[in-house]
């Protein structure tokens, strides 16, 4: 049975980027192959690993809607296309869901992901989930059956506060999650008890404060994906810290 990690937090937190350290870690560690989902309607887990997408779930479902070929049942096309948008990599194989053409829900797609992703976890022992900011990935019960659920939060009140509410939201939906965990990310220097206390305040359980790091900063501007940094990366070796806890 696979070990599922799933991602959450308020944007702008760098819960994509820990994502794919995440990724990272489980492959150096020897725990592959890995299944990385992109459950995020504004894709960009790909970046953060180097990875070229050459097809999504969104495009799939908007495929089928056109019309499928004759003698070709909707399953089957769908489970082709799946197979068609599986990444493969060192280690590690990514899948993106994506988003449909034009305005409106995107829960469709989400069906499709979770549908069609039970085909595929059989046959990876570790699965990391990048679910969309904020909570209503939750309410569609996108994120569900999962061993851990990882809220990512920055250093401030409102983002711990946040964290703290899509725990409580997963909690009122009864959604299968074994645990449920905070780790606090791009913390300057100094703030580590102001941290603490507003964790604690909210009744979470910290696994741990990642640094901001120089290094993150730069390979963003350079374009360069985060997944490629090295151990001198003081925010790479808090983070592998924290996985080890976890998995």
């Known amino acids: 049975m696979s070990y599922s990690i799933a991602m959450a937090g308020k944007g702008g937190t760098g819960k994509t980027t820990m994502a794919g350290w995440l990724i990272k870690f489980l492959v150096e560690t020897g725990r592959t192959p890995v299944l990385a989902v992109d459950a995020d309607a ?3 887990l790909n970046e953060v690993l ?23 049942t909707k399953d089957v096309f769908m489970e082709m296309k799946l197979q068609e948008a599986v990444v493969e990599a060192k280690g590690f ?19 499709l992901l979770t549908q069609y992703l039970e085909k595929l976890v059989d046959n990876y022992p570790y699965v990391v989930i990048d679910n969309e900011a904020g909570m209503e990935h939750l309410s569609r019960l996108t994120t569900n059956n999962i061993d851990v659920l ?7 009140r409102r983002g711990i506060q946040a964290a703290a509410r899509i ?19 791009q913390a300057r220097e100094g703030q ?56």
Not at 94 to 108: N, S
């Open 42 to 44: 504004n894709a960009n």
């Open 50 to 72: 180097g990875l070229k997408i050459e097809g999504t779930l969104g495009e799939a479902r908007e495929e089928m809607k056109k019309g499928v070929a004759s003698g070709m």
């Open 93 to 111: 194989d990514l899948v993106v869901m994506g988003r449909p053409e034009g305005a409106g829900c995107y829960c469709a797609a989400n069906t």
């Open 150 to 156: 990882l809220a990512v939060s920055d250093s401030t």
């Open 167 to 185: 725990i409580e939201l997963a909690e009122e939906l009864h959604l299968r999650i074994g645990r449920k965990c905070l780790v606090v990310n």
């Open 192 to 247: 580590e008890q102001a941290v603490a206390e507003a964790v604690k305040s909210y009744n979470l359980e910290l696994l741990g404060i990642v640094p901001e790091d120089p290094l993150v900063q730069a390979f963003d501007l350079q374009g360069r994906p985060t997944f490629d940094l090295g151990r001198d990366s003081k925010a790479l070796q808090a983070s592998y810290a924290i996985f080890e806890k976890i998995v």
